[in-house]
Nanobody, 130 residues
């Protein structure tokens, strides 16, 4: 059974940094896609960043325009963990952040859509104060 577990959220002042972690278990594939999404109160879930890879080869890294230059996705294959480093946080980054896994390759359009992901974590709250 695939499990996706996020951690690392919290409260931070504007301009600060946080690192989120996403550990995946029960999934053994030759091709992986992991994405980070977020959902603020009253808003739809939106794509933040995603990565696709196989072994040590990264095929795609996609970032939402709103986080380019501030957020970085990385992975540790040995730990089955994906990280989201968030720097220069802004109050508008406040949301519940979700990690998701997709089974098999996806087009760029699909990788940006929450509907394309098969497994989701429970979410972790990130609050940025002004």
């Amino acid at each position: 059974q695939v499990q996706v577990v996020e951690s690392g959220g919290g409260l931070v002042q504007a301009g600060g940094s946080l690192r989120l972690s996403c550990e995946v278990s029960g999934m053994f594939l030759s091709y992986y896609i992991m994405g980070w999404f977020r959902q603020a109160p009253g808003k739809d879930r939106e794509f933040v960043v995603g990565m696709s890879w196989s072994g040590d080869t990264t095929y795609n890294t996609d970032y939402a325009d709103s986080v380019k230059g501030r957020f970085t996705i990385s992975r540790d294959n040995a730990r089955n963990t994906v990280y989201l480093q968030m720097n220069n946080l802004k109050p508008e980054d406040t949301a519940v952040y979700y990690c998701a896994a997709a089974l098999g390759p996806r087009s760029l359009r699909a990788r940006l859509s929450a509907r394309s992901y098969d497994y989701w974590g429970q979410g972790t709250q990130v609050t940025v104060s002004s």
